[in-house]
């Protein structure tokens, strides 16, 4: 009597128990570490530019679009180092013990010109930038890979980046408190800069080591090292991962034109009714770029209400309404509503986000039979670098267009109804864009499922071929 050997092949880890709390946990620290440097750079380095570095905002804008664009390609290089690596620590973890230190100090660069000469405040602003953004490659890559590698559980991995959100928007929180308020009010705005950055060099190593500590990788892959072939051969048969790209890449340019303006929104555009008092910079931080802090806890919930691609189409529809009404505002209070909805509506993108990322190295796997969580990933966050370089870059371009001069303490109304009219109008556009490419996305809750046992039958098989029958 025969018995196939197929009965024992690996399977998927569906059944496996859920992701204790300090797993999840310890992750979700790993993306306080990433966002101490993305972070800042994204809510200050415009502002520290055009105010403290003396750059025009069309210099600086050009920096932007420059530098993210050489970060996506950091993207595609941090990408195939984690497919071709295997250590005792794992294929991920590796990279954030070896890379983490230099990302921080990296970020104190950017914030410290010790250079007089214009010419030079470039290319030390280039150099300290692109520096940080192929450091961050090497840490974000393998680090939002990781969570693929954790679990293939749907709940757990809206679970995980619900915790890399919160994570997020810690960070965003820490920096809304200690200095967004400063912006305005600093006698030396350079010095503030440059001892923030250090102090969070120190903290983010304890955020990186924690998830280094507590994270393990136990999803089942045949393909230890993944060769350029098979990666190419994996992404070519993609389509929901190319999709999530478009769709991302057009969120993220609206979501970073928010970001890059949000200091300009409270410093000037909304302090004309407020009429005085810092706080403005804090509330306006933590209702958009900071409400990752609170809405990332909700991601869970909306995946089992919802599923992801009802999640993430109604996310965008929030923040489109969040625009409108930021755009129409006659006050302080309904701007900072039409602020607080666009904000809500970008967290509840990002969780959505990742979690969708996920699911895309399954269905690679599932069309090739290999795993490129690497290559996938960095194929995702390329499209995101460029989606943010080219909103950095418009939110610097639209500055300029409507006058922006960093030398004035107050800018002329044209001026400030400038800056209101694009951080209300271009986001909007780009989120119903992002809106109307993720209706056609392939897969749902039950695609999903169906990919899962696929994958197991498709290593059943190959099991038995390898095997044959005893």
């Known amino acids: 009597m025969s018995t196939s050997t197929a009965a024992s092949a690996p399977r998927t880890d569906q059944s496996r128990p859920h992701l204790p709390p300090k797993t999840i946990f310890g992750y979700g620290s790993g993306d306080a570490g990433c966002n101490i440097a993305f972070q ?45 690596t295997m250590t005792r620590w794992g294929k991920f973890r590796p990279f954030i013990l070896w890379f983490s230190l230099p990302l921080l100090a990296s970020n104190l660069l950017c914030f410290w010109i010790p250079v007089e000469s214009y010419t030079l405040k470039i290319v030390w602003a280039v150099g300290s930038y692109a520096l940080l953004g192929l450091l961050y490659s090497l840490v974000n890559i393998p680090y939002g890979s990781l969570a693929g590698a954790m679990s293939q559980n749907p709940v757990d991995r809206s679970r995980l980046s619900a915790a890399r959100m919160v994570g997020s928007g810690s960070t965003i929180l820490l920096l809304s408190v200690i200095l967004a308020p400063q912006i305005k009010s600093a006698d030396n ?26 994270s ?63 706080w403005l ?46 755009g129409l ?14 904000g809500f509506g970008m967290a509840l993108l990002n969780t959505m986000t990742w979690a969708l990322e996920s699911d895309t190295v399954e269905y690679g796997e599932y069309k090739t039979g290999i795993r490129t969580e690497g290559a996938t990933y960095a194929a995702f966050s390329f499209t995101r670098k460029v989606g943010q370089a080219v909103g950095a870059a418009i939110a610097s371009y639209a500055l300029a267009y409507v006058g922006y001069n960093g030398e ?14 694009s ?3 271009l986001p909007a556009v780009f989120f119903l864009i992002a809106l109307l ?20 039958a498709n290593r059943a098989k190959r099991h038995a071929e390898l095997h044959g029958n005893s």
């Open 40 to 84: 800042m750079t994204g809510l200050f380095l415009l502002v520290f530019y055009t105010d403290v570095a003396g750059i025009d905002p069309a210099h600086a804008g050009s920096i932007f679009l420059f530098v993210k664009i050489w970060d996506a390609f950091a993207d595609i290089f941090a990408g195939r180092m984690v497919d071709r």
């Open 189 to 214: 705005l350079a010095a503030t800069f440059l001892v923030t950055s250090a102090i969070f060099l120190v903290v983010g190593m304890v955020m990186f080591m924690t998830t280094f500590v507590t």
């Open 216 to 278: 393990r990788e136990t999803v089942y892959r045949e393909v230890a090292k993944v060769s350029f072939k098979e990666t190419i051969q994996t992404l070519r048969h993609n389509g929901p991962l190319l999709r999530l790209c478009l769709s991302s890449f057009f969120y993220l340019t609206g979501q970073n034109v928010v970001s890059a303006l949000g200091i300009y929104i409270a410093n000037h555009a909304l302090f004309q009714y407020a009429g005085a008092g810092n």
């Open 281 to 326: 910079a804090s509330v306006v931080t933590i209702i958009t770029t900071g409400a990752v802090l609170y809405v990332g806890p909700l991601g869970p919930g909306v995946t089992r209400k919802l599923g992801k691609k009802v999640g993430f189409m109604s996310a965008c529809v929030v923040a489109i309404t969040g625009g409108i009404i930021f």
């Open 329 to 342: 505002a006659p006050n302080l209070i309904i701007s900072l509503v039409g602020l607080f909805l666009i």
């Open 408 to 421: 004035l303490d107050v800018q002329p109304q044209s001026v400030l109804d400038g800056i209101q009219t």
């Open 423 to 425: 951080a209300a109008i």
């Open 437 to 456: 490419i993720m209706s056609r996305y392939p897969l749902t809750e039950a695609k999903f499922q169906e990919i899962l046992a696929g994958i197991q």
